[in-house]
């Protein structure tokens, strides 16, 4: 049974920066993994995502100044946001698949998500 639980969250004034953390097990049997955020009265969306490792995907509003990342040897995947806005606020969790095709993968193809760590921007 693959667990993710995120860490790093919390409240940070506009332009600075946080590292989210989702610690996955059975880490490397995951080709998908990847952040959603949800705000207030939104809908989730998809940030960032890594597929196989290697191709990144990320929201068009989040390019240039967040960065997905993952480390096998600490079954770890992490997310450097820098120059955050206040609406960047949202509920972030992490999410994963064992299978999936390369590209930006919708919320519904992952089967395994984190309980979320709150990311506030004043």
């Known amino acids: 049974h693959v667990q993710l639980v995120e860490s790093g969250g919390g409240l940070v004034q506009a332009g600075g920066s946080l590292r989210l953390s989702c610690a996955v097990s059975?880490?490397?049997?995951?080709?998908?993994v990847g952040w959603f955020r949800q705000a207030p009265g939104k809908e989730q969306e998809g940030v960032a995502s890594i597929y196989n490792g290697r191709s990144t995907y990320y929201l068009d509003s989040v390019k240039g100044r967040f960065t997905i990342s993952r480390d096998n040897a600490k079954n770890t995947l992490y997310l450097q946001m820098n120059s955050l806005k206040p609406e960047d606020t949202a509920m972030y969790r992490c999410?994963?698949?064992?299978?999936?095709?390369?590209?930006?993968?919708?919320?519904?193809?992952?089967?395994?998500w984190g309980q979320g760590t709150q990311v506030t921007v004043s």
């Open positions: 059975a880490y490397t049997e995951m080709n998908c």
């Open positions: 999410a994963a698949v064992s299978h999936c095709a390369a590209g930006w993968r919708p919320e519904y193809e992952y089967n395994t």
